[in-house]
């Protein structure tokens, strides 16, 4: 591993970026054209070549140690629903009982893997309007608006995991380092105190904004509507930045851009996005019009050794059986019942029970889904059961479309607070192993409960958020450590 305290972080990502420039999210999706240097206009001086760099920007984000596997596995370990086996220290071993710290290679690693994506994206961004290749303004605005989405969604990641939540204080408390401008190492100062985490979901959201309006409604194939961003996807990541934010009318806006007024709850505009009939078949087809985004994976573009979600989750010999599922979690809740869809896809080994959602295909191709139509289903029945004062009827059906799609008994609720409860409930259930559970304890303020042998964690304690890496403060003199 590079040291880099003894080298600029981002002459490291600029060299990085070199080889991630010349790769596409997938050989037979996204083929680029192998250039030299995304910081040398030449890089740009034919369609071909931008089309290739813009592939080069997914392929930052869905890094084994990013996007592409990690970050997902981190917030979901963080949480109660898996117990470790292996007791791997490099398979995160420390982030699951909380003895994480500034020097550990989760925190290193992930920051460096985000930060030299955004940075990727700045370059591009820096430099498109002036391309020498004969573009269209109009395909020039969607290749930004790819680039800024794919910001926006690597700092509302990295923002949910180093930071404190929005909604503790309205966010005021240290955000992140805010990179805006592309850094090719000659002359750069890595300096750049942090932002507050409002300033930090303020830039996300104007990303965001750009990128819906930039961004193609659709693309011609199936397999570019899930791998490629485009409108629907922009909104649907807003639905989730606004929960975040405890912004709930804000939530319902963007999601009635997308999701009709009652049911079967479908996308009228752009792709039509729904729920699919067969849960299990939205993590071997993958091209679903469940799957608003995902990061593909192929035999000859998988995410890397020991990053794959798969392999956490599957027992051994077929994967490596780090992670079982606790009895105590949501495994054991009687609303997570033996005839659900979703409860099909766990299976017992021994005396432990492994998730099988992510099947593993050889060598652990699975697509990783960013956001599927359910998640803005469900942040769209939160934020109206939030803003009413008792039992939203809309909240409730939505509720329900979600969970009878798997066979899921029909929840009814007296109350808003039994509604609400259900609905957190349910995406305890729809989205175990997605990457989910950290997000949805911290976003409320709430404490991580106690698993196995580790105990809680309160909300009041250092180890709730990550801490910035030693990494970062070696090189970035202006940068606060986390308290």
């Known amino acids: 591993?590079?040291?880099?305290?003894?080298?600029?972080?981002?002459?490291?990502?600029?060299?990085?970026?070199?080889?991630?420039?010349?790769?596409?999210?997938?050989?037979?999706?996204?083929?680029?054209?192998?250039?030299?240097?995304?910081?040398?206009?030449?890089?740009?001086?034919?369609?071909?070549?931008?089309?290739?760099?813009?592939?080069?920007?997914y392929r930052g984000v869905k890094s084994g140690n990013f996007l592409g596997g990690r970050y997902w596995i981190y917030n979901d370990i963080r949480g109660e629903e898996f117990l470790n086996q292996t007791n791997n220290g490099v398979t995160g071993l420390q982030t699951w009982n909380f003895t994480i710290n500034s020097s550990s290679n989760e925190v290193a690693n992930l920051w460096g893997s985000a930060y030299a994506a955004i940075n990727n994206i700045n370059l591009f961004l820096d430099k498109v309007d002036a391309a020498p290749a004969k573009l269209t303004p109009e395909k020039i605005a969607n290749y930004k608006g790819e680039a800024r989405f794919l910001r926006a969604?690597?700092?509302?990641?990295?923002?949910?995991?180093?930071?404190?939540?929005?909604?503790?204080?309205?966010?005021?408390?240290?955000?992140?380092?805010?990179?805006?401008?592309?850094?090719?190492?000659?002359?750069?100062?890595?300096?750049?105190?942090?932002?507050?985490?409002?300033?930090?979901?303020?830039?996300?959201?104007?990303?965001?904004?750009?990128?819906?309006?930039?961004?193609?409604?659709?693309?011609?194939?199936?397999?570019?509507?899930?791998?490629?961003?485009?409108?629907?996807?922009?909104?649907?990541i807003k639905t989730k930045v606004y929960l975040a934010m405890g912004k709930y009318a804000e939530v319902v806006t963007e999601g009635n851009k997308i999701v009709s007024s009652s049911?079967?709850?479908?996308?009228?505009?752009?792709?039509?996005?729904?729920?699919?009939?067969?849960?299990?078949?939205?993590?071997?087809?993958?091209?679903?019009?469940?799957?608003?985004?995902?990061?593909?994976?192929?035999?000859?573009?998988?995410?890397?050794?020991?990053?794959?979600?798969?392999?956490y989750w599957l027992a051994g010999p077929v994967g490596g059986g780090e992670f079982s599922l606790n009895p105590s979690g949501i495994l054991g809740d009687p609303a997570f019942g033996a005839d659900d869809d979703r409860k099909k896809l766990t299976a017992a080994s021994g005396t432990r029970t492994y998730l099988t959602k992510f099947p593993g295909a050889s060598p652990f191709i699975d697509w990783v889904p960013v956001i599927r139509y359910a998640e803005v289903l469900l942040n769209v029945a939160e934020a109206k059961a939030r803003l009413g004062s008792g039992v939203d009827a809309s909240a409730l059906e939505i509720l329900n479309a979600v969970r009878t799609r798997s066979k899921g008994s029909v929840i009814t609720a007296e109350n808003q607070t039994e509604l609400v409860n259900a609905i957190l409930k349910e995406r305890r259930i729809e989205f175990l192993g997605e990457g989910k559970r950290s997000f949805d304890i911290t976003r409320l303020n709430q404490n991580?409960?106690?698993?196995?042998?580790?105990?809680?964690?309160?909300?009041?304690?250092?180890?709730?958020i990550w801490p910035i890496p030693t990494t970062e403060l070696a090189v970035n003199k202006d940068c606060q450590p986390n308290p």
């Not at 300096?191 to 507050?196: A, E, P, Y």
């Open 448 to 464: 991580f409960p106690a698993k196995g042998p580790v105990n809680a964690v309160t909300t009041a304690q250092s180890e709730y």
């Open 263 to 311: 049911a079967p709850f479908k996308a009228s505009s752009g792709v039509k996005h729904e729920l699919n009939s067969n849960f299990a078949a939205i993590f071997t087809s993958y091209k679903t019009l469940e799957s608003i985004f995902s990061l593909p994976m192929a035999t000859n573009d998988a995410p890397g050794t020991q990053n794959q979600l798969a392999f």
């Open 153 to 236: 969604l690597s700092y509302f990641s990295l923002v949910n995991i180093y930071c404190q939540p929005y909604t503790k204080d309205n966010g005021a408390s240290l955000g992140l380092p805010l990179r805006l401008v592309g850094e090719n190492g000659a002359g750069n100062s890595n300096n750049l105190k942090r932002s507050t985490v409002a300033e930090v979901y303020a830039k996300i959201i104007e990303d965001l904004n750009f990128a819906e309006t930039n961004l193609p409604s659709n693309y011609s194939t199936s397999d570019l509507n899930v791998t490629r961003a485009h409108k629907n996807a922009a909104i649907a």
């Open 1 to 57: 591993m590079i040291n880099m305290k003894k080298l600029n972080i981002n002459k490291l990502t600029i060299a990085a970026l070199i080889g991630i420039s010349v790769m596409g999210c997938t050989n037979d999706i996204l083929n680029p054209v192998p250039q030299t240097s995304v910081s040398d206009l030449s890089a740009y001086d034919t369609p071909d070549r931008v089309e290739s760099l813009v592939n080069g920007l």
